[in-house]
């Protein structure tokens, strides 16, 4: 248990539909990322948001649109994927910018 | 040429066995983490370091930041470390971290 909590683990979907990756961090911790791992490749960041703030977007494309409502949650909403989107997608959190990062146990996200 | 580079891609080893897991880095940084990944995707941090050497159990760790290098020792290795070992880079100009693209280490009984 690493205190942070991603749910779904597990989704398929159509290119066509609408759906939200939730992240959940009991830890207290003022910053969340999200990272997408695709198969053979490092880990790509996406997102960083610093209390509630976003603070980086790595040139993701508007499909992925993510969302802080408040310093314990994160969500990625999911609208009109394409397959090359299929990916398990990590969210972590850390004390600050620059601390150690928790991560969650991720969602593995198959586009149909 | 990535930033981060890890070394071996792959390793397969018996039980009990040492092994060493090596990262090798390109920019300034101000911290190295070391975490692993097990089948299904949790990543576990294992360790953050900026200088010398730290030990958890039967694992260390160690970077010699003027040869811009870390390493990773398993000892006495044992199945359950089966695993994707990822090294991690802190830049010291900002707080991302640029990954290596990870071992899979496979420890056979």
């Known amino acids: 248990e690493t205190g942070v909590t991603q749910t779904p683990r597990h989704l398929v979907m159509g290119m066509t539909n609408k759906k939200s990756l939730k992240c959940e961090q009991h830890?207290?911790?003022?910053?969340m990322y999200w990272y997408k791992q695709s198969a053979k490749k490092p880990l790509e960041l996406m997102f960083v948001?610093?209390?509630?703030?976003?603070?980086e977007n790595n040139s993701v494309p508007s499909r992925f649109s993510p969302e802080c409502p408040n310093s314990s949650h994160l969500f990625l909403h999911l609208h009109t994927l394409q397959p090359e989107d299929s990916a398990l997608y990590l969210c972590?959190?850390?004390?600050?910018?620059?601390?150690?990062?928790?991560f969650g146990d991720g969602t593995r996200l198959s586009i149909l | 040429k990535n930033e981060v580079e890890q070394s071996p891609q792959n390793l397969t080893a018996q039980e009990g066995e040492f092994i060493t897991i090596n990262c090798s880095y390109s920019?300034?940084?101000?911290?190295l983490h070391w975490l692993q990944q097990h089948p299904g995707g949790g990543i576990v941090s294992l360790f953050m370091?900026?200088?010398?050497?730290k030990k958890h159990g039967r694992l260390i760790a160690t970077i010699n930041i003027q040869e811009k290098h870390s390493s990773l020792h398993i000892t006495a290795s044992h199945p359950r470390d089966s695993a994707v070992y990822i090294c991690?880079?802190?830049?010291?100009?900002?707080?991302?971290?640029?990954w290596g693209a990870g071992t899979k280490l496979i420890i056979k009984p």
């Open positions: 948001y610093s209390l509630e703030e976003r603070v």
């Open positions: 920019v300034g940084i101000s911290a």
């Open positions: 972590a959190s850390s004390q600050d910018l620059g601390q150690p990062q928790h």
């Open positions: 991690a880079v802190l830049m010291d100009s900002n707080y991302q971290l640029i």
């Open positions: 370091l900026s200088s010398g050497k």
């Open positions: 830890l207290g911790h003022n910053a």
